[in-house]
């Protein structure tokens, strides 16, 4: 088959992680016989040194076209001005709001060879083998009112947690449907002691369980959920949560797996289901690392891995999503590291090396 997908490199070390995920999808598109025709374009501060704004409508239409979209990362100092009138960070959220990415997936798999470069016991990460689905397009980032004003007892300022029925319902069939597909076991995440968003959010939990008899459905309070986390992370399976508890929760969780620099995400636009392809937006965990750009160090293996994540929920390429996770596994079985993930007596590579290493393994 032939498929269209956008390529937006973005700032820092974007372009060059992005590069090496287009190797890859290459060498997997020789080998299955499928084409990917690549359409590029500006992200974040690139797009605004070259159009004034941090996505353009011509961007966003080139995406909508496209089966998927892969992205690297946005943002640094160059465009760090909290007076700015316009930010890279702006750009992602519009692509987020305009594309209807509600679903982020955020994968977090301790692998046995990188048990060592984490920064908690390896008894306590033994055996993590979790997704975070975070509600994406919804509450304090996107509510209303959010403004800030002046009054004759000073500033003010409010962010709005407003959530639909529809809203709350599809990211939470999302979660349902990817813990079938895994260990059943669903954790809901709100602070429905204090939050009314929180309060619709676990009744709809409570609601749609029915239809999802096969899976095991717990309530966590978020505050709890951050120190089970750390405290015993191998009891979770499916995490589903609003936005921005999701937000601050997908760091935490992304220390677990040791690297940053390991960590794929998906967006996407609707409730993945075995066979079903949904577009989507695919990107490494890891921001833009400007200290890092343009030194060849990077390591690309999250950008590669939401490639196969593109593969797996936009593309309908399940198989071809396993040979890449699986060239992956083997390169690091070897002994091949990036620096973030470097230790003792292990063979240190950069951001092309392992690229196309990886690439080459692909069966
Ligand atoms: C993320 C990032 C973004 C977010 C920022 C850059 C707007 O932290 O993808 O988690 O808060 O969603
Ligand atoms: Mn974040």
Same mark, same amino acid.
């Given at each position: 088959?032939?498929?269209?997908?956008?390529?937006?490199?973005?700032?820092?070390?974007?372009?060059?992680?992005?590069?090496?995920?287009?190797?890859?999808?290459?060498?997997?598109?020789?080998?299955?016989?499928?084409?990917?025709?690549?359409?590029?374009?500006?992200?974040?501060?690139?797009?605004?040194?070259?159009?004034?704004?941090?996505?353009?409508?011509?961007?966003?239409?080139?995406?909508?076209?496209?089966?998927?979209?892969?992205?690297?990362?946005?943002?640094?100092?160059?465009?760090?001005?909290?007076?700015?009138?316009?930010?890279?960070?702006?750009?992602?959220?519009?692509?987020?709001?305009?594309?209807?990415?509600?679903?982020?997936?955020?994968?977090?798999?301790?692998?046995?060879?990188?048990?060592?470069?984490?920064s908690l016991k390896p008894e306590v990460i033994r055996g993590v083998d979790m997704v975070m689905v975070r509600e994406l397009t919804g509450g304090l980032y996107f509510g209303k009112p959010k403004r800030q004003w002046r009054t004759s007892?000073?500033?003010?300022?409010?962010?709005?947690?407003?959530?639909?029925?529809?809203?709350?319902?599809?990211?939470?069939?999302?979660?349902?449907?990817?813990?079938?597909?895994?260990?059943?076991?669903?954790?809901?995440?709100?602070?429905?002691? @204090? %939050? &009314?968003?929180?309060?619709?959010?676990?009744? +709809?939990?409570? =609601?749609?369980?029915?239809?999802?008899?096969?899976? !095991?459905?717990?309530?966590?309070?978020?505050?709890?959920?951050?120190?089970?986390?750390?405290?015993?992370?191998?009891?979770?399976?499916?995490?589903?949560?609003?936005?921005?508890?999701?937000?601050?929760?997908?760091?935490?969780?992304?220390?677990?797996?040791?690297?940053?620099?390991?960590?794929?995400?998906?967006?996407?636009?609707?409730?993945?289901?075995?066979?079903?392809?949904?577009?989507?937006?695919?990107?490494?965990?890891?921001?833009?690392?400007?200290?890092?750009?343009?030194?060849?160090?990077?390591?690309?293996?999250?950008?590669?891995?939401?490639?196969?994540?593109?593969?797996?929920?936009?593309?309908?390429?399940?198989?071809?999503?396993?040979?890449?996770?699986?060239?992956?596994?083997? @390169? %690091? &079985?070897?002994?091949?590291?990036?620096?973030? +993930?470097?230790? =003792?007596?292990?063979?240190?590579?950069?951001?092309? !090396?392992?690229?196309?290493?990886?690439?080459?393994?692909?069966?």
């Amino acid at each position: 088959m032939r498929f269209e997908l956008a390529v937006l490199p973005g700032d820092g070390v974007g372009p060059e992680v992005v590069a090496e995920a287009v190797k890859v999808l290459q060498a997997v598109g020789r080998r299955s016989g499928h084409e990917f025709v690549l359409h590029y374009g500006d992200i974040g501060g690139a797009a605004i040194d070259k159009h004034g704004v941090s996505l353009t409508k011509d961007t966003l239409k080139m995406c909508k076209r496209c089966h998927a979209v892969l992205l690297g990362a946005v943002g640094g100092p160059k465009w760090d001005d909290p007076l700015a009138k316009v930010r890279p960070e702006d750009g992602l959220l519009e692509i987020r709001k305009g594309l209807g990415l509600f679903a982020n997936l955020r994968p977090v798999k301790v692998l046995p060879m990188l048990i060592d470069s984490t920064s908690l016991k390896p008894e306590v990460i033994r055996g993590v083998d979790m997704v975070m689905v975070r509600e994406l397009t919804g509450g304090l980032y996107f509510g209303k009112p959010k403004r800030q004003w002046r009054t004759s007892k000073g500033r003010r300022a409010v962010d709005s947690m407003t959530y639909s029925e529809a809203e709350i319902e599809r990211i939470i069939r999302a979660g349902y449907e990817l813990a079938r597909t895994r260990r059943r076991k669903l954790t809901s995440v709100d602070k429905a002691n @204090v %939050l &009314e968003s929180s309060r619709l959010w676990r009744q +709809i939990a409570i =609601e749609l369980s029915p239809d999802y008899s096969d899976v !095991e459905l717990e309530h966590q309070l978020v505050d709890a959920c951050a120190m089970r986390l750390i405290q015993s992370p191998s009891q979770f399976d499916v995490i589903v949560t609003e936005n921005t508890f999701g937000d601050i929760l997908t760091d935490e969780a992304s220390m677990l797996a040791g690297s940053l620099g390991m960590l794929p995400s998906a967006s996407i636009a609707g409730i993945p289901q075995a066979g079903k392809r949904i577009f989507g937006l695919y990107e490494p965990i890891h921001g833009s690392a400007p200290r890092r750009a343009g030194q060849n160090m990077a390591n690309p293996i999250a950008t590669i891995l939401s490639g196969a994540m593109m593969l797996r929920y936009s593309l309908g390429l399940a198989a071809e999503a396993d040979k890449v996770e699986t060239a992956i596994n083997s @390169v %690091l &079985e070897d002994g091949y590291r990036t620096y973030d +993930i470097m230790s =003792e007596g292990m063979k240190k590579m950069g951001t092309r !090396e392992m690229g196309e290493l990886i690439a080459s393994k692909i069966a």
